[in-house]
DNA sequence: ACGATGACTCTTC
DNA sequence: GGAAGAGCCATCG
């Protein structure tokens, strides 16, 4: 699996986070089978902008809950998250272990 | 081809 | 829970 179908499935997983919930980028990579390629995921992730469909990037955070990257744009992803019902204090998700979605067994197959 | 780098994760302290 | 060291692999100069 070459970059861009790896960064397609990444998509994939992403899209599929219900409202109101994250994931981290070690979860989904062990979705597609390389639990240590969690650092391709977020390069996936940064370059969601080359996806073909809108992906809520803001629900991919790192595994411990805190927006990584760019200041600016993580207090962007954090509003997001607020808006959809997230306790977030200072780019550090509140309740991630409640909040947190694993696609390895509460994915749906549509 | 090589070394440095990175929106990471794990174990250990 | 936070800091430090090691592992992983694609991308870039």
Redesign the pocket.
Known sequence: MK?EHFFEHVWEIARQVPKGRVT???AIAKVLGVG?????V??A??S?GNAPTPVP?HR?V???GHL??DPS?ARK?QQMLEEEGLEISNLKIKNFRTVFWNPVTDLNYD
Do not use: F
Not at 36 to 40: A, K, P
């Open positions: 970059d981290s980028y070690g240590n390629l969690s650092r391709m977020a390069r992730i940064g969601c990037y991919v790192s595994s411990s990584s990257g744009s992803r």
